[in-house]
């Protein structure tokens, strides 16, 4: 009878180590999936800035690739290097109003 009772001690002692190895283990996995989450929120966020960045410029050269001939500024000898001004201007706003709003 006491070697029962001190084997159901050990028993009752295992378990109650497993239980806390288990409860440390679910711990730890919750902490690596809340980084890689954390990791991945920062991954996004910078993919979304660059896009943002490239969407307006995307638009204003599909509407200057068009091969339309009654486009006035066409005709105009600076009307390239204006054109390139004002994307620079764009991004260089949008880089602005990123680093502001601390999003970059």
Not at 37 to 47: A, C, I, Q, T, Y
Request: glycine share 4%; charged share 15%; proline share 5%.
């Amino acid at each position: 009878m006491p070697y029962l009772r001190d084997l159901l001690d050990h028993t009752i002692q295992i378990t109650e180590t497993i239980e806390l190895q288990r409860e440390i283990t679910n711990g730890l996995m919750e902490t690596h999936l809340s980084m890689m989450s954390f990791k991945m929120n920062e991954v996004m966020k910078v993919l979304t800035v660059i896009a943002t960045i490239f969407i307006p410029l995307t638009f204003i050269v599909g509407i200057y690739g068009m091969n339309f001939p009654n486009m006035p500024e066409m005709q105009w000898p600076w009307a390239y290097y204006a054109l390139w001004g004002v994307m620079i201007c764009v991004v260089l706003f949008m880089l602005f109003y990123f680093k502001r709003k601390k999003w970059f």
